[in-house]
């Protein structure tokens, strides 16, 4: 859980470990609208960002995410939830395709010699949280908060997971079609690391940019 911080003019301090606008706006919203609320990170403020968000942001420019520069990395840790802009290694084949990915990876390993893909290139799989409607987001990121390293979110925080567990998300009906690979020769931009605490606030914000296809055709199941 995260505690609610205030001044002494009882308005609410940024605790989103970012500088970025939105998800800053978005934390004042819910303390403005549940005032006797003293915690975030919770199952009832993972509930209310649910509905409010979709009520409230038609769409949002995939470059306000982008502003906060002490957010960029070049690196994909497992566990850490991730947005970039990728290029679809086989777009012409998909049916449709997110250009601009939220996910929480898994791992990440180099083709060739008995694994996965070409020699010498670099894969990340994770789960694109884009591909579930908002209703199973919302169940699909109390599963995935279950699995945390630890009780509090702070920098250190990420979901601890497997291959034998991520096996087992992939036959889910949450998670089935969300699992993807992504060839990390074809992120085209730098990944934006979420902090633990802000995963509430990003993980329903329209987003995502499906090529090809709307969002009903990419959560259809």
Known sequence: MTKKITDDNNEVLN?????????????KSFYKANPSS????????????RKFIPKNYNKVRTARMFRDRDMW?????????LFFEYNALHKDKLPVWDRFPLVFMWDVWTGGEGKFGLPGKRYAIGINLHYLKPALRFEAMKALLSLRNEKRYRKSTRIKINWEILSALSQSRYFEHSVKIY??????????????????????LPTARFQKGSSKEAWRM
């Open 15 to 27: 605790n989103t470990d970012t500088n970025l606008e939105i998800l800053q706006s978005l934390e």
């Open 73 to 81: 990395t070049d690196k994909v840790v497992p566990g850490q939830m």
């Open 183 to 204: 060839r990390l020769d074809h992120v085209t931009s730098k990944f934006v690391k979420i902090p633990a605490r802000s995963w509430e606030l990003a993980v329903f």
């Open 38 to 49: 003293m915690k975030r990170n919770t199952e009832k403020s993972l509930g209310w960002f």
